[in-house]
């Protein structure tokens, strides 16, 4: 059954069915789960992928305490996860660009601990995962692929730590924005030029920042001749003056 966020499409008989997408046409299927199937498996993965309707700025994909049925790839636009304090107040605690898969910190509790919505209209692919584990337990290197894909949710978790206790605001936000143009580089994009999906308020808020610092430090950043800002808009002009000079890895 599909998350009561997102709506499916009706087939000439009235039922509820699943909008299907091509694994095959998709550009970002380097990056995606599919990398680590064959041809001949692909289609197995493709019947139990589901494909619904573009969602609109700040809908949910999911909210915390939501049972955990489903992992998403994003398949454009972009999506923030987030949890809520004890004041009903947001921490965006994560982005997710086109290719990137979000939604398994159910995994272990079986319900969501956090929210995710998009930050802009946007497409997901919806993987229910117990038809997934199924499939990886068929396909090793679709178990293993989806093993490192939770790594890394566990490393960018231990980063966004080591990010906020002990980097300034300057290598916070110069942080963010080279791991932006990585992300981007893998998926054959620009990794100088950049349209950032969120707001500088989401950004303050992810990086434990004053609004007013970001702006700052952006407008500072412009006069070094580190970037051109237009908006939301950037151009990265000299890398290695964005990375403090050696501080951050380029």
């Known amino acids: 059954m599909s998350r009561k966020y997102l709506h499916l499409v009706s087939d000439s008989t009235g039922h509820t069915m699943a909008s299907r997408t091509s694994c095959n046409d998709c550009s970002l299927s380097p990056i995606c789960l599919p990398l680590a199937v064959s041809l001949s498996e692909l289609d197995q993965l493709e019947d139990i992928m589901r494909r619904g309707r573009p969602l609109k700025r700040g809908e949910h994909l999911y909210r915390a305490s939501d049972p955990f049925e489903s992992v998403y790839a994003v398949r454009s636009g972009a999506v923030k996860s987030y949890v809520l304090s004890e004041e009903g107040e947001e921490q965006v605690t994560g982005f997710y660009l086109p290719g990137e898969i979000i939604g398994m910190d159910g995994i272990s509790t079986a319900h969501h601990m956090s929210s995710a919505k998009t930050l802009e209209t946007s497409s997901v692919c919806e993987i229910p995962f117990g038809r997934l584990e199924e499939l990886s337990s068929k396909i090793p290197t679709l178990q293993h692929h989806f093993f490192s894909l939770m790594s890394r949710e566990i490393q960018a978790d231990r980063e966004l730590h080591m990010l906020l206790s002990k980097k300034s605001a300057d290598d916070r936000i110069a942080s963010l924005l080279l791991s932006i143009a990585a992300r981007q580089q893998r998926r054959g994009l620009s990794a100088v030029r950049l349209r950032l999906p969120m707001s500088r308020y989401d950004i303050a808020n992810y990086l434990g920042l004053a609004v ?16 051109a800002v237009e908006g939301r808009e950037i151009e990265i002009l000299d890398r290695e003056g964005l990375c403090g000079n050696g501080r951050l890895r380029a």
């Open 212 to 227: 007013e610092t970001v702006s700052r430090i952006f407008t500072r950043f412009q006069q070094q001749g580190f970037l």
